[in-house]
T-cell receptor, first 114, second 114 residues
């Protein structure tokens, strides 16, 4: 158990809909990272927040957004969903502000868009 | 859990033998590298990291080698055990002023023969 929790574990929704994925980092970790893992594109970095502020941005679509709240939990919002958004979404946390050192990954949310 | 990368290259190793997993990275400016292990149905797990000013780093039963000349990274696992069965992938990180970029390799599936 990494100490990172993600909800929900599974999500099935229709094209055009909007969903919110939730992540609670390990106690004391200030950074939260969001990743997308699909069969065709592998693991891709989406976005990082550090202590409530956006720190780094990767291949995140404009239809996706994220935020980190004062209690350090984070939400990833996916809107106008397309079939190609079906993937595993992981969040990870660390005590660092960059990508160095160990990131602790949550169990993931499996999103299926039908 | 969902299978990650159904068509990944597979390395089959006899239990007790050493495993060598290779990764070619793309950016000569990448200055930090990480190896991850991902078991079926779980999030990635940090194994070992190495900075670009090093060419070798050892951990518990694992060694990472970095060859910057040919942009190649390898992970050596000594005395491979059944619990080592997983997908392994590398990540390259390039750090820029107030920004970083992380790219993951596609992964190699390690299979252990009894």
């Amino acid at each position: 158990d990494s100490g990172v929790t993600q909800t929900p574990k599974h999500l099935i929704t229709a094209t055009g809909q909007r969903v919110t994925l939730r992540c609670s980092p390990r106690s004391g970790d200030l950074s939260v990272y969001w990743y997308q893992q699909s069969l065709d594109q592998g693991l891709q970095f989406l976005i990082q927040y550090y202590n409530g502020e956006e720190r780094a941005k990767g291949n995140i679509l404009e239809r996706f957004s994220a935020q980190q709240f004062p209690d350090l939990h984070s939400e990833l919002n996916l809107s106008s969903l397309e079939l190609g958004d079906s993937a595993l979404y992981f969040c990870a946390s660390s005590g660092r502000g960059d990508f160095s050192g160990e990131q602790y990954f949550g169990p993931g949310t499996r999103l299926t868009v039908t | 859990g969902e299978s990650v990368g159904l068509h990944l290259p597979t390395l089959s190793v006899q239990e007790g033998d050493n495993s060598i997993i290779n990764c070619a990275y793309s950016n000569s400016a990448s200055d930090y590298f990480i190896w991850y292990k991902q078991e079926s149905g779980k999030g990635p797990q940090f194994i070992i990291d190495i900075r670009s000013n090093m060419d070798k780093r050892q951990g518990q039963r694992v060694t990472v080698l970095l060859n910057k000349t040919v942009k190649h990274l390898s992970l050596q696992i000594a005395a491979t055990q059944p619990g080592d069965s997983a997908v392994y992938f590398c990540a390259e990180i390039s750090s820029y002023f107030r920004a970083s970029k992380i790219i993951f390799g596609s992964g190699t599936r390690l299979s252990i023969r009894p």
